[in-house]
Antibody
Framework: QLQLVQSGAEVKMPGASVKVSCKASGYTFTDYYIHWVRQAPGQGLEWMGRVIPKSGVTHYAQKFQGRVTMTSDTSISTAYMELSRLTSDDTSVYFC???????????WGQGALVSVSS | QSALTQPRSVSGSPGQSVTISCTGTSTDVGGYNFVTWYQQHPGKAPKLMIY???KRPSGVPDRFSASKSGNTASLTISGLQAEDEADYYCCSYAGSSTWVFGGGTKLTVL
């Protein structure tokens, strides 16, 4: 069955970078876009951007432009989200989600907690 | 891009109906028929409940319905059940390959 399995929790120092992975299985990885959504503790969902695995083309929310890089490795059906220059405000659970072809997010990873603290 | 506006909380008794609103602008909710709704239980990943404004994915009970008028979308849950208690988020396509979420609504089943 379809699964998106994300990497584990991370603790980072302010100013550092973090790279979260999202391994897909149960479908053809290159046929669907992958989105990244984050959720700060006790807060709402925030769309960060998406990557098109087949081409590598990315689209980012303006808020993260210049600080986020989304990539994919089709050989291992895995998408990545790297966020740099971390601050405490970046402490969040980061979710990957598969585009459902209806401008929706049909399937989600389990989330990866990134904590930023000195 | 500003977040869509949702009520912070709504509540209802089992068997009753509740409606959650989601207000955006003409550049997101009002501009596209690509509004989605997600249900999120504590500590879990969101689950798609509605896509294309009013369509239900396979497996979502027909107690969940949705609509849109102008810049405001709405999700209605009828015949409330205890398991419906969760956070609900609307989301809209906002053009130029970007999306925007609402702030979320906590549904309490009394």
């Amino acid at each position: 069955q379809l699964q998106l399995v994300q990497s584990g929790a991370e603790v980072k120092m302010p100013g550092a970078s973090v790279k979260v992975s999202c391994k897909a299985s149960g479908y053809t990885f290159t046929d669907y876009y992958i989105h990244w959504v984050r959720q700060a503790p006790g807060q709402g969902l925030e769309w960060m951007g998406r990557v098109i695995p087949k081409s590598g083309v990315t689209h980012y929310a303006q808020k993260f432009q210049g600080r986020v890089t989304m990539t994919s490795d089709t050989s291992i059906s895995t998408a990545y989200m790297e966020l740099s220059r971390l601050t405490s405000d970046d402490t969040s659970v980061y979710f990957c989600a598969r585009d459902g072809s209806h401008y929706d997010f049909s399937d989600w990873g389990q989330g990866a907690l990134v904590s930023v603290s000195s | 891009q500003s977040a869509l506006t949702q009520p912070r909380s709504v509540s209802g008794s089992p068997g009753q109906s509740v409606t959650i609103s989601c207000t955006g602008t003409s550049t997101d909710v009002g501009g596209y028929n690509f509004v989605t709704w997600y249900q999120q239980h504590p500590g879990k990943a969101p689950k798609l409940m509605i896509y294309d404004v009013a369509k239900r994915p396979s497996g979502v009970p027909d107690r969940f319905s949705a609509s849109k008028s102008g810049n405001t979308a709405s999700l209605t849950i009828s015949g409330l059940q205890a398991e419906d208690e969760a956070d609900y988020y609307c989301c809209s396509y906002a053009g130029s390959s970007t999306w925007v979420f609402g702030g979320g609504t906590k549904l309490t089943v009394l």
